[in-house]
């Protein structure tokens, strides 16, 4: 036993206590695990308002797990933020949890897995990060039918630097986990959800790329002065 230990990498004694860790909180919160699978937000309530420090952390967790392995429905999520903590503070904590975990599965498969995963996924996928970096990743954040786990990964598997896949990140959850709010909080109707929603992703993608091409020609326009003005 003390051999295998001993020859257990750092990567991999990570890996298994991570692992472990995950299997404790699966252990210990069987029970509201079961609620959320079943998707009674009612019951999760009742049970996480009694100790709303353990809410926060437990809903956490929850948004980590949703990044790793997208086993929870991410509007499920969000709407169970808004029911404990209000509509404002629950997109908030929803937000910020959503790009921390975001951030965690980036450096997990980057620095742990890496070596584990880069076979099972298609390298032209990973090259058109590698090609197109931000751009990529905020509109993955804003398409509802792309896995928030498959984009975590797959930016960890590419070069895409930490910065623009922050900031891509920061910015695409913000406005798609802010229209998913806006269901749950009955501000969108049920006849108009979809079609409001494709019409808010649609602007923000025309909004994205009109920046691109305005930066674009001003720093054309600055190369043209450059050139008659040396």
């Known amino acids: 036993m003390k051999t295998i230990l001993n020859k257990l990498t750092k990567r991999q004694w990570l890996l298994w206590c991570g692992l472990f860790l995950f299997g404790l909180f699966f252990t210990f919160n069987r029970d509201l695990i079961m ?39 991410l509007i499920l999520v969000i709407t169970i933020n808004m029911t404990l903590f209000g509509f404002i503070n629950g997109f908030i904590w929803s937000w910020l949890t959503g790009v921390l975990a975001s951030l965690l599965v980036y450096y997990g498969v980057r620095y742990i897995f890496q070596e584990v995963i880069a076979e099972k996924f298609n390298t032209k996928l990973i090259e058109k990060i590698d090609a197109n970096g931000f751009s990529y990743v905020f509109q993955a954040r804003i398409f509802p039918f792309v896995p928030t786990s498959l984009v975590n990964i797959v930016a960890g598997l590419s070069t895409i630097r930490l910065l623009p896949y922050l900031l891509a990140t920061s910015i695409g959850n913000f406005i798609y986990f802010f229209i998913l709010a806006l269901i749950p909080a009955g501000i969108l109707s049920a006849n108009w959800d979809e079609y ?14 009109l920046s691109k091409v305005m930066k674009r020609k001003r720093n054309m326009t600055r190369d043209d002065k450059d050139k008659l003005f040396p």
């Open 35 to 73: 609620l959320l699978w079943n998707g009674d937000i009612e019951e999760i309530r009742k049970f996480l308002n009694k100790n709303m420090g353990y809410a926060l952390f437990f809903m956490f967790l929850v948004m980590l797990i949703q990044n790793s392995f997208t086993i929870f429905p």
């Open 196 to 209: 409001i929603i494709w019409i808010i992703i649609a602007a923000a993608i025309l909004l994205f790329y």
